[in-house]
């Protein structure tokens, strides 16, 4: 491992939920996060008391071959701006991390049910915490017009596709 890494373990998969790693219609899914048996239950007691978690997830669906560190337009839409590498919300930056808040349905031993997870069945989870409201963004979050555009249909319910 070079100096400028860092390992992280896999603390569990996505089993179910999405499929085709789609830009689109991620709401209304469930899917399941199934924590690997060598982390006791006794790590998520107390979890099924909140509506969300944050969860990050490893691209792992995906190849090393997939970052891009130059600008370019989001979904290669020329009518979007050209923007780089860390604005993007997707495979191609180096950490090939990302970060959900979906909605905790229950729990079942090692299963947490969740709803609104955009990741893909099979994906692996390296984190996973309780969502605290104290913890969100403050303030107002501000943005320009084109990824309301870009992402008009991504929480649109999957059944609608």
């Known amino acids: 491992m070079s100096p400028d890494s860092i390992q992280v373990p896999v603390i569990a998969e996505v089993v179910g939920g999405h499929t085709g790693r789609?830009?689109?219609?991620?709401?209304?899914?469930?899917?399941?996060?199934?924590?690997?048996?060598?982390?006791?239950?006794?790590?998520?007691?107390?979890?099924?008391?909140?509506?969300?978690?944050?969860?990050?997830?490893?691209?792992?669906?995906?190849?090393?071959?997939?970052?891009?560190?130059?600008?370019?337009?989001?979904?290669?839409?020329?009518?979007?701006?050209?923007?780089?590498?860390?604005?993007h919300h997707n495979h191609r930056r180096p950490a090939r991390l990302a970060t959900s808040f979906p909605r905790l349905i229950k729990v079942n031993g090692r299963d947490l049910h969740v709803e609104d997870l955009d990741a893909d069945d099979g994906t692996q989870i390296v984190d996973l915490v309780a969502a605290f409201r104290e913890m969100l963004p403050r303030g107002p979050v501000t943005q320009p017009t084109w990824p309301g555009e870009m992402l008009a249909d991504y929480w649109r319910d999957a059944s609608e596709r």
Do not use: M, Y
């Open 22 to 87: 789609l830009d689109d219609f991620k709401g209304g899914v469930e899917s399941i996060i199934r924590l690997r048996p060598e982390f006791p239950t006794e790590t998520l007691q107390g979890i099924e008391e909140f509506s969300h978690l944050q969860v990050t997830w490893f691209f792992n669906l995906g190849s090393p071959d997939d970052v891009a560190l130059h600008a370019r337009s989001p979904r290669d839409n020329p009518a979007w701006p050209a923007t780089g590498t860390f604005v």
